[in-house]
């Protein structure tokens, strides 16, 4: 199986699957628990039908939104995502040179394998930094004060992680970092040695966003160690409205699902919201971040900018989740898939699929930009 013969998101996630250990794929493809928000992800675009008009001209399309003070060419975003080096030596060099062809933006993680530094003076389209409050106030507001210097456009502060969610495919495989793999995890690299050649042969894994501060280089530290040990559960609403004064600009809350939070988003000063439960790897029976959007948009929509991630596989979702009133939409699994698969042009052939999917559906919605898309293009099931 090669890169040319991925139509959809089915296809990148089959060749990752292909390609990386298995401990690494189960580690982008796993969910907490019994995955049951996972799966909700998508089935909840599934219950919703489009409903196109027809004869309304529309031999051109325009894809652009402005979300957040930035000028998107398309209403999708790569989202940040953690440890992408480990996918393929590029990491979020591939990432970030694909949003940018794309006209689009990008995130980087506290948990990134590139510095915001290095991509900043690298690319122009919009950055955005995914922020995770810590217990060491002192080092909040380091890692503040270091993306404010490097330009960053956005601080995105993921507030459902304050200890991490039960990845039982990862506890059954030991991923950590650095590795620490059961017998059975071994075996999965020991059949996969393409990918460990790559590992060895190219510069040495590291988190520089927490390189000067965090010392993960004794014992195993894992992900859910890090989240449950170095993140901060006393963290409330008092502390980010804070970090929003600090930042004193774009500033948007990852992984809201109420109302009442998203109310409390707008008092504090906020400029974005993104519903999401992070993939369904965090609280398993949490509800679909497209389930709730109708009901957020409408508390709020008209003093924040709404989006959200999770369980987009296909232009038609992104169709319908504009049509709801979300401003954007972040992909995740959508292009790690893909950067693993073949890095910067898997990523970009991914994107492109998926920006022709949605010009396609446009046409056949009748619609020529993303401002005509409105509720009464959708029924319910």
Same mark, same amino acid.
């Given at each position: 199986?090669r ?20 401990? $690494?794929?189960?580690? $982008?493809d796993?969910g ?7 799966? %909700?992800n998508? *089935? ?26 930035q000028k ?9 995502? *953690?440890?992408?080096r ?7 060099r =591939? ?25 900043r003076?690298?690319?122009?389209t ?8 810590h ?30 969610g ?8 030991g991923?950590?970092i ?16 393409a ?13 520089p %966003? ?7 280089s004794?014992?195993?530290?894992? $992900? ?6 170095m ?8 502390d980010?409205?804070g970090?929003?004064r %600090?930042?004193n ?10 109302v009442?939070?998203?109310?409390? *988003? ?6 974005? $919201? ?14 679909a971040?497209?389930? %709730?959007? =109708?009901?957020?948009?409408?508390a ?7 989006m ?17 009133g979300a ?13 693993a698969?073949?890095?910067q ?5 991914a994107?492109?699929?998926?920006? =022709? ?14 401002s ?8 319910f099931r």
């Amino acid at each position: 199986m090669r890169l040319s013969h991925c139509h959809n998101f089915h296809d990148f996630r089959e060749l990752a699957r292909r390609r990386l250990p298995g401990p $690494i794929f189960d580690y $982008i493809d796993g969910g907490a628990d019994d995955e049951a928000t996972l799966r %909700q992800n998508t *089935a909840s675009f599934e219950r919703c039908d489009l409903v196109p008009n027809v004869l309304r001209g529309v031999e051109t399309v325009d894809l652009s939104v402005n979300v957040m003070g930035q000028k998107l060419a398309t209403p999708f975003y790569c989202s940040p995502t *953690a440890l992408q080096r480990l996918f393929h030596h590029d990491g979020e060099r =591939a990432v970030a040179a694909a949003a940018s062809k794309f006209g689009t933006m990008f995130g980087v993680s506290s948990l990134g394998t590139v510095s915001l530094e290095e991509l900043r003076k690298a690319y122009a389209t919009p950055q955005v930094y995914q922020f995770y409050f810590h217990r060491d106030r002192g080092l909040n507001t380091a890692m503040m004060q270091r993306a404010k210097q490097a330009g960053v456009n956005v601080m995105m502060l993921t507030v459902d992680s304050i200890t991490g969610g039960n990845r039982e495919r990862d506890l059954r495989t030991g991923f950590s970092i650095p590795f620490r793999l059961t017998l059975g995890g071994m075996m999965q690299f020991a059949i996969k040695p393409a990918w460990a050649i790559n590992y060895v042969t190219h510069e040495s894994f590291k988190l520089p %966003q927490l390189d000067e501060h965090v010392d993960m280089s004794g014992g195993a530290m894992s $992900i859910g160690r890090y989240f449950t040990e170095m993140l901060d559960p006393a963290m409330t609403w008092d502390d980010v409205a804070g970090m929003v004064r %600090q930042w004193n600009g774009q500033f948007c809350l990852k992984g809201i699902m109420s109302v009442e939070d998203a109310k409390r *988003a707008v008092e504090i000063g906020c400029t974005g $919201i993104i519903l999401s439960n992070h993939g369904g790897r965090q609280l398993d029976g949490s509800r679909a971040a497209f389930d %709730q959007l =109708a009901e957020i948009v409408d508390a709020v929509g008209d003093r924040i900018d709404v989006m959200m991630d999770g369980g987009i596989k296909r232009g038609s979702h992104v169709l319908k989740a504009l049509s709801l009133g979300a401003k954007a939409v972040g992909l995740g699994r959508f292009y790690l898939y893909p950067l693993a698969s073949a890095g910067q042009a898997g990523v970009e052939a991914a994107l492109g699929l998926l920006q =022709a999917e949605l010009v396609r559906d446009m046409r056949l919605m009748g619609c020529s930009s993303i401002s005509q898309l409105s509720r009464a293009n959708l029924r319910f099931r």
